[in-house]
């Protein structure tokens, strides 16, 4: 079976940092994706994991634990733009498959 | 910077009624995805298609489904006879060969079945 967790929602404060965490399990693993989607609009990609460990990009990272089917993003110097949903989604082990969680919805406050 | 493109924007249907909906990838990307995301609730993966067939399909996309590259530039997902059930946000994605980490999604195509 495939199950992604994610929290619903996340609230921060403008300069702060923000972790936001997934939990999956799933029948295969080919990598980890985030994915920032603002209402109303198209998902965009932030970051991937397929081996464990911290991808850093700017402002944002992504840890990945394989053996504990854990990841997290780490949001830093949050931004009023950043107040959007976060995706967390599971490539299958084989082809093009995606499951994508159910989002955690992240609002900045100043 | 290339993006992918969609049309319509918005389709009002009937029930049972066929829709066709146009996305465009971009240029040299080879892998192409379709998604729904009904209002609220998470993004769904419905087909993966690649060389010209399908790569994958979820559960969703049953026979009312159906996809086709129809020239170099066009990919399409048609729904045969629609129901009330696939009112939803379509988005179509692509992603190139050499790099399948990101895929670049469209603006969505926001189907009403009434």
């Known amino acids: 079976g495939q199950n992604i967790d994610q929290p619903t929602e996340m609230t921060a404060t403008e300069g702060a940092i923000v972790q936001i965490n997934c939990t999956y399990q799933?029948?295969?693993?080919?990598?980890l994706f985030w994915y920032q989607q603002h209402a109303g609009e198209a998902p965009t990609f932030l970051s991937y994991?397929?081996?464990?460990g911290l991808e850093e990009k700017g402002r944002f990272s992504s840890f990945l634990s394989r053996s504990k089917g854990y990841s997290y993003l780490l949001l830093k110097e949050l931004q009023m733009k950043d107040s959007a949903s976060y995706l967390c989604?599971?490539?299958?082990?084989?082809?093009?498959?995606?499951?994508f969680g159910p989002g955690t919805r992240l609002s900045v406050l100043p | 910077e290339p993006e992918v493109t969609q049309t319509p924007s918005h389709q009002v249907t009937q029930m049972g009624q066929e829709v066709i909906l146009h996305c465009v990838p971009i240029?040299?990307?080879?892998?192409f995805y379709w998604y729904r995301q009904i209002l609220g609730q998470k993004v769904e993966f419905l087909v993966s298609?690649?060389?010209?067939?399908?790569?994958?399909k979820s559960e969703i996309f049953d026979d009312q489904f159906s996809v086709e590259r129809p020239d170099g530039s066009n990919f399409t997902l048609k729904i045969r006879s629609t129901k009330l059930e696939d009112s939803a946000m379509y988005f179509c994605?692509?992603?190139?060969?050499?790099?399948?980490?990101?895929?670049?999604f469209g603006p969505g195509t926001r189907l009403t079945v009434l």
């Open positions: 240029s040299n990307h080879l892998y």
């Open positions: 994991n397929v081996l464990d």
């Open positions: 799933t029948s295969g693993f080919n990598g």
């Open positions: 989604a599971v490539r299958s082990l084989y082809g093009q498959n995606f499951v």
């Open positions: 298609f690649y060389n010209n067939e399908i790569s994958e």
């Open positions: 994605a692509s992603s190139d060969v050499g790099s399948t980490d990101t895929q670049y």
